[in-house]
């Protein structure tokens, strides 16, 4: 079975705080895939990024940086420098071999204040 | 974008009536899901589709049909609706050119409230 879990439920910090969201998956596959969705107050859910089970290099795009170790099955999220914009809910996903369904993390609140 | 709508955006309806829920998606993509959203549940997969007449349920199917008759449109129905499916509902689309693995396109959000 898969899974995704988000250990943190909420998470306040002061604006220019660095900030990790934490994502532990598990999947008997090896072939996998991770996905980290943003959900701001409006309400919509934006992709963020995709990554393969075969690449484990760290990505970074501007203020936001993903790291990916298999060894521990995690995938997690660091928001450098955090802004009030960063403020909302995000999720962590993960689809298997063969197959386009998301299994969701129960998500993690950011808070960003000024 | 791809081009991904719901309807209706908002909408309340009384215990025991039976609500349809509509995606419609402009983009040919082939798979098409239908998930609801609560507080501490993150989002749970209702039904999806595979292709046209062609669904399946997911972890929180019970109270809920679909279908799909057409490529670009998924509709959800709550055959007599409860105060539990008071939610938000998500309809997402994947898999362009039969491609696998690159994520959804979420609609807007459906937030239905059942009285």
């Known amino acids: 079975a898969q899974k995704v879990t988000q250990a943190q439920t909420e998470i306040s910090v002061v604006e220019k705080e660095d900030v990790t969201l934490d994502c532990v998956y598990e999947?008997?596959?090896?072939?996998?895939?991770l996905f980290w969705y943003k959900q701001p107050p409006s309400g919509e859910l934006v992709f963020l990024i995709r990554r393969n089970s075969f690449d484990e290099q760290n990505e970074i795009s501007g203020r936001y940086s993903w790291n990916f170790q298999k060894s521990t099955s995690s995938f997690n999220f660091t928001i450098t420098a955090s802004q009030v914009v960063d403020s909302a809910v995000y999720f962590c996903a993960l689809s298997g071999y063969n197959t386009d369904k998301l299994i969701f993390g129960t998500g993690t609140r950011l808070q960003v204040f000024p | 974008d791809a081009g991904i709508t719901q309807s209706p955006r908002h909408k309340v309806t009384e215990t025991g009536t039976p609500v349809t829920l509509r995606c419609h998606q402009t983009?040919?993509?082939?798979?098409m899901y239908w998930y609801r959203q609560d507080p501490g549940h993150g989002l749970r997969l209702i039904h999806y589709s595979y292709g046209v007449k062609d669904t399946d349920k997911g972890e929180v199917s019970d109270g809920y049909s679909v279908s799909r008759s057409k490529t670009e449109d998924f509709l959800l129905t709550l055959e007599s609706a409860t105060s539990s499916q008071t939610s938000v509902y998500f309809c997402?689309?994947?898999?362009?050119?039969?491609?696998?693995?690159?994520?959804?396109?979420f609609g807007s959000g459906t937030r239905l409230t059942v009285v």
């Open positions: 997402a689309i994947s898999g362009i050119e039969g491609t696998l693995n690159y994520g959804y396109t």
């Open positions: 999947t008997r596959d090896t072939t996998y895939y």
């Open positions: 983009e040919n993509h082939r798979y």
